[in-house]
């Protein structure tokens, strides 16, 4: 059960993904730039929160002269880092206006993993109220986590609804772990291992949950057959 909250780190995983593949030199060397001023920042936080205990003091020490190698191996300068800005989270991406106003196409494709079943992954993660309230026509996620305060009576119907629960959300997740690997596909043209074809099979095995068809129309059938990986005959 707790493997279903994940899901939600995949769906962020694609946003990164997607997210650098638009400039991969630019974007990628922002995106290690942001997670290294975050390390010093916590770092500093650290040795203010614990100075004049050696231990603690040691260990920082130590910690952050680790990190100031890795930016030295990543062709990176302190000043650099630091001025940095950090890398948005999905929430703060979708909520930022672009010039003219509205959403660019990119935030509204990543905006469909934030509606309807696939908000409650959020909800789930949060612990947040709406994961364990009742949702009109199915149980609520939060359900399973808490069959011992239903009624005896209501325990049996929870428990015949967890394979079909399971499927469902085995099949959510590998939409977005297949999302993920088709924009890498997409964008290196790896050869060898018919990975390109296996791609195709698995979408098509996918396709009669609603979830993946609704991302398959919107994005990946039109960049599948823009990067080559569906070859029209």
Not at 16 to 34: C, D, F, K, M, W
Not at 71 to 93: A, H
Request: net charge neutral; aromatic share 12%; hydrophobic share 40%.
């Amino acid at each position: 059960m707790s493997a279903i909250a994940l899901i939600r780190s995949l769906i962020d995983c694609l946003y990164n993904v997607t997210a650098i593949l638009q400039n991969p030199a630019e974007r990628g060397a922002a995106y290690r730039r942001s997670g290294l001023r975050r390390v010093l920042n916590d770092l500093e936080d650290d040795r203010q929160a614990y100075a004049g205990q050696p231990e603690w003091e040691e260990w920082i020490e130590k910690r952050k002269a680790a990190v100031e190698l890795l930016i030295r191996m990543s062709g990176f300068t302190m000043d650099r880092v630091m001025k940095q800005s950090y890398w948005q989270t999905l929430g703060t991406y979708l909520g930022a206006k672009q010039p003219g106003g509205g959403l660019s196409d990119h935030q509204r494709f990543l905006k469909t993993f934030t509606h309807l079943e696939w908000r409650q992954y959020s909800a789930l993660s949060h612990g947040a109220f709406e994961a364990f309230a009742g949702q009109l026509g199915s149980l609520p996620v939060g359900a399973y986590y808490m069959t011992d305060f239903f009624p005896q009576e209501m325990r049996p119907k929870i428990d015949e609804t967890f394979e079909r629960f399971l499927s469902t959300h085995i099949g959510r997740a590998a939409t977005v772990l297949l999302s993920i690997l088709t924009e890498i596909q997409a964008y290196c043209k790896f050869e060898g291992a018919n990975i390109s074809q296996r791609l195709l099979k698995v979408w098509a095995a996918l396709l009669p949950l609603f979830e993946a068809r609704e991302v398959y129309d919107l994005r990946y059938a039109q960049l599948m057959k823009d990067s080559g990986i569906a070859r029209e005959n």
